[in-house]
């Protein structure tokens, strides 16, 4: 019961955290080293049916909130097909560049994923991503021009933004706070930076948990993996619902100042814990 427990929460910090610009992956590297639970730290096994629960619960959260977009982006794409990409309309043109943005993140989490495994999940380094992380998004709210809206995005943007999503492999960083700080960059509008993110997740999200699938389906599952699988998926999918809804609203007449502040502070907290 104990691990369930932590599983859930860990699934709804998850949840919220992977459309909260202030890093999942990090505060999922942090919070078990913090708190000593350490399942979700040395046991391999039961850490790789974990990633796949959370993966899932996220994945499904993009599903459901976007549902009645990815139908329309999935007939959009393969429309595509029958035309030039001069003639295509804007749903079929979304939806390639969701797949032009992926394309960068995937290529590099293949080839980087072993190096990110051993060398980046300890809090010394995910407290300087969130340093670095904040930095970025103070760049983008001082000197992104922010002038324009959803149906503006174009191939840049989704190369810009695409690119820049590598550096969210580390761990610290934030998927969500680097790729909607790029699009602002750019020249996006927060709330639009923010949409074609949280679009543009679904499919590295897709990969990543069939990656991670494949590995559980190897090493099978632990005694007690169902549980916390279930766990974690549940919270993980309830709590990014709602994150994804809440940022969206937020971002229409709001910063980023405020999580720019809180990884700050908290990279703070984990030099200093380092220190003592």
Same mark, same amino acid.
């Given at each position: ?19 909260i ?40 959260a ?17 429309r =595509? !097909? #029958?035309s030039?990409? +001069? ?7 979304? /939806?390639?560049? $969701?797949? @032009? %943005? ?46 324009? =809206? !959803? #149906?503006?995005?174009? +191939? ?7 690119? /820049?999503?590598? $550096?969210? @492999? %580390? ?40 990656y ?14 169902p ?50």
């Open positions: 019961m104990v691990l369930i427990l932590q599983a859930a929460v860990l699934g709804i910090v998850q949840g919220l955290t992977e459309f610009p202030i890093s999942s992956s990090g505060h999922l590297v942090l919070i078990p080293k913090l708190f000593g639970w350490n399942t979700f730290v040395a046991t391999k096994g039961v850490s790789t049916a974990f990633d796949v629960a959370l993966h899932l619960g996220t994945l499904l993009l599903l459901v909130f976007f549902r009645h977009e990815w139908i329309k982006l999935i007939q959009g794409f393969f =595509g !097909f #029958k030039r990409p +001069a003639d295509w309309d804007f749903t079929s043109r979304m /939806a390639w560049l $969701l797949v @032009l %943005a992926s394309i960068p993140a995937a290529i590099a989490g293949a080839l980087l994923n072993n190096v990110i495994e051993d060398h980046l999940r300890v809090p010394a380094a995910v407290a300087i991503c969130l340093l670095l992380g904040a930095v970025f998004m103070t760049a983008a709210e001082v000197y992104g021009k922010r002038n324009r =809206g !959803f #149906k503006k995005i174009n +191939a840049r943007d989704a190369g810009v933004v695409g690119f /820049a999503q590598i $550096l969210a @492999l %580390a761990p610290g960083v934030s998927r969500s706070g680097v790729t909607i700080s790029a699009g602002m960059l750019d020249g996006l509008d927060r709330e639009a930076a923010a949409h074609f993110a949280f679009l543009m997740a679904g499919p590295i999200i897709a990969g990543s948990g069939i991670e699938a494949f590995k559980l389906a190897k090493n099978g599952f632990p005694a007690h993996g549980g916390v699988f279930l766990a974690g998926f549940i919270t993980a999918a309830i709590s990014g619902f709602v994150a994804i809804g809440l940022m969206l609203k937020y971002l229409k007449s709001h910063t980023l100042l405020p999580f720019i502040i809180y990884r700050v502070a908290l990279a703070a907290l984990v030099f200093l814990i380092l220190a003592l």
